[in-house]
């Protein structure tokens, strides 16, 4: 069972248009964050929601995290071929002794076509 | 910083063989994780240790992987034997706080024939 899931699970754009990717889960988490991953790299970190209902912005993006802390959103506005790449989203739950417990969703890959 | 050091970057090995991957994470993390990445089943957590020590090794799928982290700068995850089905890139990541993998190496890339 997926603890994360992701939708889409693919994303094709023309350059210039908005998009919103998704991250549902039945579990409250800690703090949810969001990477980018490009073809041949490691995922790099984008942002760190904690708080339930937060909004966070980088750039011309988006980032939502819900206010049950079980779900959170990415919107990008006027995509660009640069933000193509793969988007996922991790979920900390606490698993005790002051430790977390990080899991991945499966990721949107999303292509912007110029 | 460099960043996260992993090493190879590409492996490719014949089925039954010992295959090490090495990890340098950046210095001064205290949270050091290794991950592995298939199509099928996205980035998956194998281990983690916290100030070289392992916390939650759950994640490794059989007694074929084990992971060592001898000092604050070096760890190693060894499969033996290797077989096709560990074919995946292999991540390693480190964090100054607790659950956030914050900062991921390039990855491995094995492959097992």
């Known amino acids: 069972t997926q603890l994360l899931e992701q939708s889409p699970q693919f994303l094709s754009i023309q350059e210039g248009e908005n998009l919103t990717v998704y991250c549902n889960s039945s579990s409250v988490f800690s703090s949810l964050q969001w990477y980018r991953q490009e073809p041949g790299e490691g995922p790099v970190l984008l942002v760190t929601v904690v708080t339930g209902g937060e909004v966070k912005k980088l750039k011309r993006l988006t980032f939502q995290f819900g206010d049950a802390r079980k779900d959170s959103s990415l919107h990008i506005t006027a995509a660009q071929p640069g933000d193509t790449g793969l988007y996922l989203c991790?979920?900390?739950?606490?698993?005790?002794?002051?430790?977390?417990?990080?899991?991945f969703g499966k990721g949107t890959k999303l292509s912007v076509i110029p | 910083d460099a960043g996260v050091i992993q090493s190879p970057r590409h492996e490719v090995t014949e089925m039954g063989q010992e295959v090490t991957l090495r990890c340098k994470p950046i210095?001064?993390?205290?949270?050091l994780f290794w991950y592995r990445q298939t199509m099928m089943r996205g980035l998956e957590l194998l281990i983690y240790f916290n100030n070289n020590v392992p916390i939650d090794d759950s994640g490794m799928p059989e007694d074929r992987f084990s992971a060592k982290m001898p000092n604050a700068s070096f760890s190693t995850l060894k499969i033996q034997p290797s077989e096709p089905r560990d074919s995946a890139v292999y991540f390693c990541?480190?964090?100054?706080?607790?659950?956030?993998?914050?900062?991921f190496g390039p990855g491995t890339r094995l492959t097992v024939l």
């Open positions: 991790a979920g900390a739950v606490y698993s005790g002794a002051g430790s977390y417990q990080l899991t």
């Open positions: 990541a480190s964090s100054p706080t607790s659950g956030r993998a914050e900062f």
């Open positions: 210095s001064g993390h205290d949270y």
